[in-house]
Structure formats: C-alpha cells, structure tokens
C-alpha cells in the first residue's frame, strides 16, 4: 500500500477547500464578535466600582473555563432555555465570546497607556463622555493594540477545530470525515495541515511586520 495517492488527495481537495471556507467564516465571524464585546467590556471596566467588579468576574470565568466546555454549554445547555441555534452559530459565538475576554485585556492595555494629560485635557474642555472616547481615547489606543489582536485572530483560526464536537464539518472535521470513509488518513490531514499553514504562516508574518512599524515610532 503506497503511503501517498496523489489521485485520492486531489479527489479529496475539494471538500477539504469546502471545509476551509467554513473554518475561516467560523475565524472571521468570531473576531468582529471577539472585538466588538471585547471593547465594550474594556470600557465597562473603567466604569463604576459595582460593574467593573461584575466584569472582572465574568472575564475570569470565562478566561478560567476551556474553550470546549462552552462550546458544549452552549450547544446543548441553550436549547433547554429554548434558544436553538445552529451548530456553525453557536461556535462563531463561543469564539468569539471566549476569546472578547483576551481582546478585552489588550484594549484596556491599549487604554491605559493613553497619557493622562490627554484624559484632563479632553475634561478641561468639557467634552462629553461619549466624545472623549469615540474622539480623544479609542483613535489612540486602537492603533497600539493591533498587533496583538491580530495574534488573537491567528489562535482563534486555529481552534476552530474544536468546533468538530458539535458537528461543524471545518476543514480538520473534512479531513476527519473523508479519512474515515476511505480508511485513509496520511492524504486529509496533511493537506488539512498545509492549508492551516498557507493562511496562518502569512498572517503571522503581517503580524509580526506591524509589530516592528508599530515599535519604529
């Protein structure tokens, strides 16, 4: 038995390309969730005492519980509350909550790191709470923190493998389900590995330039 069928890979490409589609709409989805939450807890974080304690607590219960348990929560807890959802949205959705809580420590990094007089400045002139952020504070802590939030979008990229559990078919689930039914392996995951590669190899190293332009100025 040869170890590697160039016919049975070729054959078996599309679906994996199939499966790949679905991995980086899982990827893609997942960050704008992940990004979005993740501001709006940093920025709850800086509020009263009472919701910055609820925050805190809930990032930690998040940040402290795998990633696979909440899928599972999700997927099979929520219906019982009768909230169905499919399985693709529910692991967009555990992505993307999970990982807001990472994202929201890099923004509150980005936050703290605006200088103070930028703070009084903004309340010297009266300006109001909502410009002060949207205007003054965010413009200036966005920019600092991309490089890290582009390494949390290459590690969400690869996790969602996990989302096999619930029957999402991402290009790992692909590999996994045309192995099986031809009881042949070395083919689908090694071209399952080489296109997590072709993607993540490149965003990695965009990443990594944007963190050496980002420490020039």
Request: charged share 15%.
């Amino acid at each position: 038995m040869n170890v590697w069928d160039w016919n049975f890979a070729a054959e078996i490409l599309p679906a994996l390309l199939n499966g790949l589609r679905v991995t980086v709409i899982a990827t893609v989805l997942g960050s704008v969730i992940a990004f979005a939450l993740g501001l709006v807890l940093a920025v709850l974080g800086r509020g009263p005492r009472p919701v910055r304690i609820v925050v805190r607590g809930l990032v930690e219960f998040i940040r402290s519980t795998p990633l696979l348990v909440q899928i599972y929560f999700l997927y099979f807890v929520l219906p019982g509350f009768g909230i169905v959802l499919g399985a693709l949205t529910i692991g967009v959705l555990a992505l993307g909550v999970h990982y807001a809580t990472y994202t929201s420590e890099v923004y509150r990094a980005g936050i703290e790191a605006v200088p103070r007089g930028q703070w009084e400045a903004a309340t010297a002139l009266s300006l109001p709470r909502g410009r002060v952020w949207t205007g003054v504070v965010l413009p200036q802590a966005i920019p600092r923190v991309l490089p890290a939030l582009g390494n949390y979008v290459i590690s969400m990229f690869k996790e969602t493998p996990l989302l096999i559990g619930i029957g999402v078919l991402d290009i790992v689930g692909q590999a996994r389900q045309v192995g099986g039914e031809n009881f042949r392996y070395v083919e689908a995951y090694t071209l399952a590995g080489l296109l997590f590669l072709l993607l993540s190899y490149p965003a990695a190293l965009a990443v990594r330039r944007l963190e050496r332009r980002r420490a020039v100025r």
